[in-house]
């Protein structure tokens, strides 16, 4: 939780389609990858900015141990 009393799932990781880390998350953890990510959010599909740390996040997602 920041500051703002905002969680980390709320943050906003693409401004142009209001799409939150947990959204990322969740879709991640259904079996998504970036593309699929994109195509059911809208992530990644305005202005771009928000593609490596799209990235990164799903990267280090991609290596934490399966529950
Ligand atoms: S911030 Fe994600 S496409 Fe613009």
Redesign the pocket.
């Known amino acids: 939780m920041d500051s703002d009393g905002n969680s980390p799932a709320d943050e906003i ?5 209001g ?1 939150t880390r947990g959204q990322i998350y969740d879709l991640f953890m259904q079996g998504k990858d970036v593309e699929a990510i994109s195509r059911h959010s ?10 490596w740390d ?1 990235e990164q996040f799903v990267k280090a997602l991609a290596v934490l141990p399966k529950t």
């Not at 990781?13 to 389609?17: F, G, I, K, L, Y």
């Not at 809208?42 to 202005?47: H, N, P, Q, V, Y």
């Open positions: 990781m693409c401004v142009c389609s799409t809208g992530a990644l599909s305005g202005c771009g900015g928000c593609e799209i």
